[in-house]
């Protein structure tokens, strides 16, 4: 599989969005069903022996929340594999402090000891002969 620049871009992105989806906890809720008194007027609570106590809803959501997850995981692991794939070490360590760790090329250089223009360089030629 091959990526683009734009795909690694959101390599970080696609790290916070599973960090948020594992948030949400799904809970069930009961939903009171009314009916009509007709001599007040107003809504009577009304019980119902067969009513969802919403356990599917939520089922389904924690399900389609845990698939997302999945999904964004294995695109996350197929990319950095491409990024270790990268033949030159030095190229593939800028690649990864800069698409996987987030660092800037400035934070990269001092690491690497390139200057911040030898790093964007760096960057951008691999994009010019990868792409």
């Given at each position: 599989m091959k990526f683009t620049r734009t795909d690694l871009e959101h390599l970080r992105g696609l790290k916070?969005?599973?960090r948020s989806?594992?948030?949400i906890k799904p809970?069930?809720?009961?939903v009171p069903i009314f009916y009509k008194d007709y001599k007040t007027g107003k809504g009577v609570p009304k019980v119902d022996a067969g009513m969802d106590d919403g356990r599917n809803e939520?089922?389904?959501?924690?399900?389609?929340?845990?698939?997302?997850?999945?999904?964004?995981?294995?695109?996350i692991l197929?990319?950095?594999?491409?990024?270790e794939a990268v033949p030159d070490p030095v190229e593939r360590a800028?690649?990864?402090?800069y698409y996987v760790?987030?660092?800037s090329q400035q934070e990269i250089g001092d690491q690497v000891g390139y200057s911040q223009s030898g790093v964007s360089r760096i960057i951008r030629n691999f994009w010019i002969v990868s792409g």
């Open positions: 916070v969005e599973i989806l594992e948030a809970k069930p809720k009961v939520a089922e389904d959501l924690a399900t389609k929340i845990l698939r997302k997850v999945t999904e964004r995981e294995r695109l197929a990319m950095e594999d491409w990024i800028i690649l990864r402090l760790e987030g660092l």
